[in-house]
């Protein structure tokens, strides 16, 4: 069974992981908040994202079983993913501070957090789907995939501050490694 990502969360005594992992640090003066984010971290995120999408449909049993409007919105959301990245990528230019009032870099981040979950939403779609024809042992490395990509978004929305995480940097290297993200 595909498991949640709440299972990676924990409730007690967690203090938001912005300031915890070293891909983001978050400082305030006033009424303004800025991110100072480590570009190569969130390129690794959104990689992370594209990877499992190509890993999964690439195995034939899986994609076949998820049936082709599965696979037409898995493909359709990795894409919007890999836009979302790219530019990311072309705005950052391997730095990027944002403050609140950057609405334009804001919106870059939310995007590619917005089309990271998407995919993970096709994903889980076509994998249900493709649950209930195929063999466990077949299913077992698209499943692995998948929740080795609900670790990197969740410590994405931990790194921006978006929700508590107890995702801790060895399971973050490890979900980024399955992902064959370096």
């Keep these: 069974m595909i498991q949640s990502r709440r299972n990676f969360l924990r409730s007690a005594g ?3 992981a912005a300031g915890a992992l070293t891909a983001c640090t978050v400082t305030t003066s006033g009424k303004t908040t800025t991110l100072t984010l480590n570009t190569a971290k969130v390129k690794a995120y959104g990689q992370a994202g594209i990877n499992a999408v190509t890993t999964i449909l690439s195995i034939t049993a899986v994609s076949t079983a998820m049936g082709t409007p599965a696979v037409a919105a898995i493909e359709a959301a990795g894409g919007a993913l890999s836009v979302s990245l790219s530019a990311f990528a072309t ?16 919106t870059r981040i939310d995007t590619l957090l917005v089309d990271l979950n998407n995919a993970a939403v096709a994903l889980r779609a076509g994998l249900v789907a493709a649950q209930q024809t195929v063999t466990n042992n077949v ?19 931990g790194m921006l501050g978006i929700s508590l995480t107890s995702v801790t940097g060895t ?3 490890t979900a980024l490694s399955t992902l064959a993200v370096k």
């Design 139 to 157: 299913v077992n490395t698209a499943i692995t995939t998948f929740n080795a990509l609900l670790t990197v978004i969740d410590a994405f929305e």
């Design 91 to 106: 705005q950052t230019n391997g730095s990027l501070t944002v403050s609140y009032d950057n609405t334009d870099a804001k």
């Design 171 to 173: 399971q973050e290297a």
């Design 14 to 16: 967690m203090v938001a």
